[in-house]
């Protein structure tokens, strides 16, 4: 049986490896989040629950990827921003750079917010 996630968020869905070039481009004139999910995880249901509560969605362009549906996509993602991968994981490229990284339990707006602001 295949679980129902509910999305509160306007997610850009990521599931094509040339959005990348697009998130580069786009981070040069505004950070963008990217929320690396996996949907068999309860951590990462939990992570993604939080961070959704307290979204700004005006503010800052946010991607979700699904790992399970596109590993190779997050493969690319740790090549490309020299971020180990986790899961789950939140990263802010600002700049074509990743400016801030975290993982599992330490994934929070509050640590996001210095991060996603210019």
Same mark, same amino acid.
């Given at each position: ?17 040339? !959005? $990348? ?9 505004? =950070?963008? +989040? ?6 068999? %995880? ?33 493969? !690319? $993602? ?9 899961? =789950?994981? +939140? ?6 750079? %990743? ?9 929070s707006n509050e ?8």
């Open positions: 049986m295949q679980k129902t996630c509910i999305i509160l968020m306007n997610w850009n869905t990521l599931n094509e490896t040339q !959005q $990348i070039d697009q998130i580069l481009e786009d981070s040069q004139k505004q =950070p963008v +989040v990217i929320f690396k999910h996996s949907t068999r %995880c309860s951590i990462s249901a939990t992570s993604l629950n939080r961070l959704e509560r307290a979204w700004d969605q005006d503010v800052t362009p946010a991607y979700l990827l699904d790992l399970i549906a596109f590993r190779p996509i997050s493969n !690319q $993602i740790a090549e490309t921003f020299q971020v180990e991968h986790q899961s =789950p994981q +939140v990263l802010v490229i600002d700049g074509g750079k %990743c400016t801030y990284h975290a993982s599992h339990w330490d994934i640590d996001l917010k210095p991060y996603t602001s210019r």
